[in-house]
């Protein structure tokens, strides 16, 4: 499975950026894909995860109410859409996939493919 993520950029405080994870390769119907974020030094954070199929969303607490996390089947896409966009939001976005138990989706080291990341900076 490769996974490849795109839309990143620079937008202002309060502005909206969507990121896009174009998915190929392998089997993946029963994946969870997931979205996190590094900043320099820290450890990966996660930021929303769906399941490619069937139902089943989750946030964190940070981005819940601005982002929004979606599958697009014809494009064997997963989107982002990031809201009311904070200076914090600063990081680069990872998409993963994997298959992990849906109460522990926040933990990036139960995902197995991973894009190369993009660069989203929101300016004060």
């Known amino acids: 499975v490769q996974l490849q993520a795109s839309g990143g950029g620079l937008v202002q405080a309060g502005g909206s950026l969507r990121v896009s994870c174009t998915i190929s390769g392998g089997s993946f119907s029963s994946s969870t894909i997931g979205w996190f974020r590094q900043t320099p030094g820290k450890e990966r954070e996660f930021v929303a995860a769906?399941?490619?199929?069937?139902?089943?969303?989750r946030y964190a607490d940070a981005v819940k109410g601005r982002f929004a996390i979606s599958r697009d089947y014809s494009k064997n896409m997963v989107n982002l859409q990031m809201n009311s966009m904070k200076p914090e939001d600063t990081a680069v976005y990872y998409c993963?996939?994997?298959?992990?138990?849906?109460?522990?989706?926040?933990?990036?080291?139960?995902?197995?493919?991973w894009g190369q990341g993009t660069q989203v900076t929101v300016s004060s």
């Open positions: 769906i399941r490619w199929r069937g139902g089943g969303i």
């Open positions: 993963a996939a994997g298959s992990p138990p849906w109460g522990s989706n926040q933990d990036a080291t139960l995902y197995y493919h």
